[in-house]
């Protein structure tokens, strides 16, 4: 079949859906409640459902005085009994795909259980859901005339117990659908191969023969990939590469960091960048809309949702709301409800509402990835922006970062100590840092309480990281590529300490 007609027709099946999320938007509160009834239902007669009485919840409120809200380490002796081989404890269909997580925060790996549904009917469907808005939004896409460029996890799919754990991405890429097989690069065996480094340059040997139209990973690593694509092409922008390619999905960290660093090598007035929120437990929004950041929370992927207003999160007055209590401007600590049997389940991130009517949120961090030492209550989002801001005025690019407190010690008051490596350093460090100080100021009130005549806080302390720091410390802790992400915000000097001894080795 000609290519030009497989296009057409792919773009005619996947508008289809467009339809089925109109629904949703339109009647949100009836979508989540059915399908929080579907979900209590369905596992009713597991032993999670016996337990907590699932025959008897009738309402919301039922539900949330019956079940527990629960964090990882309190579910984890449910998972690891279901990956030995048990069924029916959590979710009455067998699992046996378990998602490993390693996360920033905690050197544990998590496991999070994949079920035929979740596979299918949340992280599937949202990969056709943003290829759909996506091709809604611009009629004259030639996104199948080429190839999708992929970069996953690297880590291979482990058999244990008859249950197979990995990284989603290997999961997803195991089992993928045929039309995603045909429409992607680079092959599966390279896709797999554990090796980071190693994979990197093969996937790099493999796509630039091909014709891409679009790439889709998180943007670090994305960004790693495509600079040895330049180094290998010897080529100034992708577009002498590949001249087709009209869209970035990505996903994973913010892009605001990154994003000066994809307009010069991507030099295309209408080229697109597509955004998604996603993780281990599920498929959660993405960007429907061109010119917006923001995200498009979907409603019918077997996931419910509540909410934790941030400024309760962890107090004696921590409560949780549905969707239909939520308001804009709020930072929120999001909990689910998964068609994989993740009950009341915190997944750690922090959201805002900027708008109601459809729900769209923007992701703004971890509810442990913040600095609350002194009361300055800085998160992730503050500090992607003061970033961006200040490499805009100070014309230079950034790599990666982390920030940490210094604790004060008898009359010295604290700080914050930042590890900044730049991919093009400002002329002036201690002008950049300033710089960064103030701006952190007028995104934040709370910091600029705190820093105000010096009150609690001092000027804030940036090092200036020797070229591929992040990198070798990810390395180090055998966290290259994939979903691995910087601790970007810490309320402890750990990750800083660290990253600095391994600065002064380099």
Known sequence: MPIPIVNSIASWFLKKRIHQMELFIKYPQEVQFELLHHLVYKAKNTEIGKKHGFSSINSYEDFKEQIPIQTYEEFAPLI????????????????KWFAKSSGTTNAKSK????SPESLENCHYAASKDLLCLYLNNNENAQLFTGKSLRLGGSKELYRENGTVFGDLSAILIDNMPFWATYSSTPNNEISLMSDFEKKMQAVVNQTIREKVTSIAGVPSWMLVLLNQVLETTHKSNLL??????????HGGVSFEPYAAQYDKIIPKKDFRYYETYNASEG???????????ELLL????????????????????????????????????VVITTNA???????????????LSPY????TGRTK????????????????EALKKTCELHQCAIVDYTAGPIFMKGEEKGAHEWIVEFKTPPKNLDAFAGSLDEILQSLNSDYEAKRHNNTTLNLLKLHQAKPKLFYSWSKKQNKLGGQHKIPRLSNKREYVEELLELNAQL
Not at 81 to 93: A, D, K, L, V, Y
Not at 240 to 249: A, I, K, M, S, T
Not at 318 to 327: A, F, G, H, Y
Request: net charge negative; proline share 5%; charged share 25%.
């Open 111 to 114: 496991f999070i259980p994949v």
């Open 341 to 355: 049997g993740l009950w009341r389940y915190k997944i750690g991130d922090t959201i805002r509402f900027t708008s």
């Open 80 to 95: 690891e009994r279901s990956r030995r081989g048990e069924n029916n404890i959590f979710w009455p269909t067998p699992i």
């Open 369 to 384: 990835h913040h600095i609350n030492v002194f009361g300055e209550e800085l998160i992730i989002e503050n500090a992607e």
């Open 240 to 249: 002498e590469v590949w001249p087709d390619l009209e869209v970035y999905f």
């Open 283 to 293: 498929f959660f929004a993405v960007q429907d809309q061109n010119s917006s950041k």
């Open 360 to 363: 769209r949120i923007k992701v």
């Open 298 to 333: 979907m409603l019918d992927y077997g996931i419910f949702y509540e909410f934790i207003p941030m400024h309760t999160y962890g107090t004696k007055d921590e409560k949780t709301i549905p969707l239909n209590e939520v308001e804009t401007g709020v930072n929120y600590a």
